[in-house]
């Protein structure tokens, strides 16, 4: 039986796996009270005692900050280095389905918080290969993005001998309380496989029968345990030691550093997934088709923890953007050479059959019942001066570090 949640909106099914409490509360709203209840100032002391053993006088960095221009890496990198004091080593696996929004923010942290940068760059034909399976395979064509960002730094850390690597905040205790924030959970290479990768690793995607070999799939293979051992690798997040929220987070980075939002079709959150032209729009579909609900849910689960709206209006939200098309398919078509009605196709096999129903050829209806609101519903506000409206009609895969003006830009942007 499928148990909702009565303060959120997740039920049992969620699949990070989620359990509801004889109060009906689900293990997500229970973690989250720890963040009223624990004293946040006794846990950064804890964060500097950690991070402060990692301080080098003689090394070039303290530490690896993976970063990318969306999410949380301005927080990120203004709590490493502005206030653990510590001497970062930013890097950035490079997603390819970039908006300019994220491109721009990418340049512009380079240049605010003055660090060393690297970002990997794979080609881009083993990209479109690698998505071309994963799409149709697994209905998943954001596969090389998760493994790209969460292999790429522990990499980096091996192959520079840099043992700490600091994350955000950790999803799976943020979304379904997988854990305390005492537990002090730290990265694993079975939580990547088996949640971030949702079990899909390398030797799922390479076989025999097509042309992705090993080589090809190098770049997003885990280094081995050994290495990890010898150097001794490991990976802190900062949302067990610091009280984690990202509406905040976000509104502080806007104000303190420019961090530019973009206005996204299927959710009203403009700044997590600003960077990326596909996650929001045709993954986020495809997480509707699979899972039965999409981002704006895990964005109003978010917020009604934090009391800034109610479980009425989250419903409302939730209907209103769970509805909406997604954009910039056409991109994503012409960039994997597949045309539309191919892809729907291949979306409609991923549809999972217990939350939708096909009606007649090709229509298809969701089972549980869906309201139809006139207009947008009420939801949070951000401020419009980080919001401008770019037009986008292809993924602007490589940036320059450098804040040209505007129209120099603009013309660089054409020549790349
Ligand atoms: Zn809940």
Known sequence: MVLECKRCL?????????????????SGCRIHEEKNSLDWSQRFKKLKKITNSYKSKTAKYDCIVP???????????????????????????????????????????????????????????????????????????YWHCIAGETVFPVQMAVQLKIPLIIWGAHQGLE????????????????????????????????????????HDLMNFLYPP?????????????????????????????????????????????????CDSLLYSDLHDLLKYFKHGYSKVTDHVCREIRFHRISRDQGKKIIDFYAQQQPRNIDI???????????????????????????VTQNKWIKRKRVLVPTKTPPSLKYPNVALKAHSDNNYTTVGKGVNWPKDVSKQIRKWL
């Open 10 to 26: 997740y039920d049992s099914n969620h699949p990070l796996g989620l359990v509801i409490d004889e109060e009906g509360v689900c």
């Open 67 to 141: 970063v990318s221009g969306g999410k949380d890496s301005y927080f990120i990198i203004d709590m490493v280095k502005n206030k653990l004091g510590m001497k970062p080593l930013l890097v950035s696996y490079n997603k390819m389905f970039n908006s300019k929004e994220g491109i721009d923010n990418i340049a512009n942290l380079r240049i605010k918080f003055d660090c060393d940068f690297i970002q990997k760059n794979v080609n881009p034909s083993i990209l479109k290969k690698i998505t071309r399976k994963t799409l149709y395979k697994y209905g998943n064509p």
């Open 175 to 214: 979304q379904v309380g997988m854990f305390s924030h005492t537990d002090e959970v730290e990265m694993t290479r079975r939580y990547r496989q088996d949640h971030d990768l949702f079990g899909i690793e390398v030797n799922d995607i390479s076989d025999t029968y097509d042309d992705l070999d090993e």
């Open 225 to 273: 345990f050994t290495d990890i051992e010898d150097i001794g690798v490991r990976g802190i997040y900062l949302g067990n030691y610091v009280r984690w929220d990202p509406y905040a987070q976000h509104l502080q980075m806007v104000k303190k550093f420019n961090f530019k939002g973009k206005k996204l079709s299927r959710t009203f959150d403009c700044y997590d997934y």
């Open 332 to 358: 994503f078509c012409k960039w994997l050479d597949i045309n539309e009605k191919a892809l729907q196709l291949i979306l409609n096999n991923h549809r999972n059959k217990s939350y939708w129903k096909e």
